[in-house]
């Protein structure tokens, strides 16, 4: 077993291939520390996935939900050709039935039965085995199932939360509000069980008070894009404008569009993005947003409203909390904080109020709060860390290509938002010249390898290998985002601890 120190790091060791990171029950990583591992366990390889216990909970159904979905589909199923999801409202699992019938014609008599279950307030949407990729393409993109700590409570008959721990949420809200600054109040601060979750019902308020075509500006991460994509409610022209580059080039050409008459509904952004680390030209984009009257959405979560202030030049931000805000890596989260300055602050707040449903477990708000209350303190010793192994990073030549938001092409558009004392962010990216290189530094790293970032300690993945395993090539050649890039999450590690590893490393290739 791996040990987490006082800073809730963890010490150097190599942690075995399909062990959850951090070596909890609610953990939101999972080791997968060899390099040609990864590339089998996106091919689904029996071999690889007998070891995996954990992994990312939208992408893999935690021991403990897994549990209770059985225990379910034993209660409830009326046949053995039956699998189901577990969501926390009614709304929402009549939301994801909808999206499943959506796939199918409906004039055909032979389309699949979906059936919604009530049990003591949970509710659970059944599926035919056939359509299970389906039925897991919402319950993964949108993030709303119930989370595994509220299946643990269901499970030791707790199903509900407590009224007197709602001032847990409001405690969230509120150092949510004051960190962001700008008048905004704990009314203007949302929270959701996901970060993809604040994407997904930020873009059906959205659909409802514009139409057009929404846009995506820069190379996001995958499920931001096919949330536009996939959940676009008007399938009359094109899904959505991706604007990959997310250069000024980009913006160019969007503002002579707009000029001919293209009508955008929004545009999502991220600041800097993942994992290229580049910072659009948040102020040109809120010019045309003026002028053009579509909502602007940035999601800070990479750079954090500790380090950079961009509320003022959007309409709302979308922000993980599963990540630095957190930190322990034990709890998902996310949120929406409008802008009240914004033009349209008062028509998205009306149609935000009507339709906005809290379902954040109250032991997932717990752990947040808790997790969230020296959030500042982290992101500095996490900034320092990073700026310094970066810096070391730019000495050595086997290294092709590093990107961060400080040595960006777009470094610029970077600082006009970076707060005074505020930082770039504790995530990089880096490819080596030699491909071997790759396999053989994040082979032999003694820190921990598997998905997700923001973390106190030191965790980093071959993510365009994990997100775009189906596109490797597209990918490359259209938006220059490298299949062999390592994405690093740099955590609060001694530095000479850090430089010592990443040494060590480096001089065995």
């Given amino acids: ?61 935690n021991p403990i939900l897994r549990k209770l ?91 509900k939360d407590n009224s007197s721990s709602s001032n847990v949420k409001d405690i969230l809200r509120d150092r949510i509000a004051e960190i962001y600054g700008h008048s905004t109040t704990n009314n203007d601060v949302y929270l959701y069980p996901t970060g993809m979750a604040s994407v997904y019902n ?15 500006f820069g190379f996001p991460f995958v499920d931001t894009l096919r949330i536009l994509r996939d959940f676009r409610e008007d399938e009359s022209n094109e899904y959505v404008i991706f604007l990959g580059l997310g250069d000024e080039d980009s913006l160019i050409n969007l503002e002579n569009e707009l000029m001919n008459g293209l009508k955008i509904s929004c545009l999502y952004c991220e600041f800097p993005s993942n994992p290229l680390l580049k910072s659009p030209n948040l102020r040109k984009i809120k010019e045309l947003g003026d002028k053009y009257n579509f909502i602007i959405v940035v999601d800070d979560t990479i750079g954090n409203p500790f380090n950079i202030d961009v509320l003022e030049y959007c309409d709302l931000v979308i922000s993980s909390l599963t990540k630095l805000f957190s930190g322990g890596a034990d709890v998902m989260g996310g949120m929406i904080i409008l802008n009240p300055k914004s033009k349209k602050y008062f028509e ?40 310094t192994i970066v810096k070391f990073l730019q000495g050595c030549e086997l290294i092709s290509d590093i990107y961060y938001p400080s040595i960006s092409e777009s470094v610029d558009n970077y600082d006009f938002f970076k ?91």
């Fill in 419 to 509: 707060k005074s004392n505020g930082g770039y962010g504790g995530l990089f990216s880096i490819v080596f010249k030699d491909k071997n290189n790759s396999t053989k530094f994040y082979n032999n790293i003694k820190y921990a390898k598997g998905p997700s970032l923001g973390t106190n300690f030191t965790l980093m993945c071959p993510f365009v290998m994990l997100a775009h395993f189906n596109e490797l090539d597209k990918v490359e050649t259209k938006w220059g985002v490298k299949k062999d890039l390592i994405r690093i999450s740099i955590g609060m590690e001694d530095i000479n601890e850090l430089l010592n590893e990443f040494n060590r490393v480096l001089k065995t290739l």
């Fill in 1 to 61: 077993k791996f040990v987490m120190s006082d800073k809730n790091t963890i010490s150097l060791v190599n942690i075995p291939l399909g062990k959850p990171i951090p070596d909890i029950s609610h953990s939101v990583s999972v080791s997968i520390p060899d390099w040609n591992q990864c590339w089998q366990y996106m091919e689904q390889n029996e071999d690889i996935w007998k070891h995996i216990t954990a992994g990312y909970p939208r992408f893999y159904v």
């Fill in 348 to 387: 998205f707040k009306h149609e935000i109020d009507l339709s906005y449903q809290d379902v954040l477990f109250i032991e997932d708000a717990k752990v947040l709060e808790r997790n969230s209350r020296n959030f500042g303190q982290r992101n500095e010793i996490i900034n320092k860390n990073t700026e």
């Fill in 69 to 159: 979905m059985d225990k379910m589909i034993e209660k409830h199923s009326i046949n053995d050709n039956e699998s189901c999801y577990i969501y926390p409202t009614m709304e929402i699992a009549l939301d994801c039935k909808e999206f499943i019938l959506s796939h199918y014609d409906q004039n055909e008599i032979n389309n699949p039965v979906i059936r919604i279950i009530n049990d003591n307030e949970i509710y659970c949407v059944f599926h035919p085995l056939e359509i299970e990729v389906t039925a897991k393409q919402y319950w993964a993109k949108v993030g709303q199932a119930i989370s595994s700590r509220q299946a643990e409570c269901f499970m030791n008959g707790v199903s």
């Fill in 202 to 216: 930020s873009f059906k308020i959205i659909q409802k008070l514009r139409d057009g075509i929404p846009v995506c």
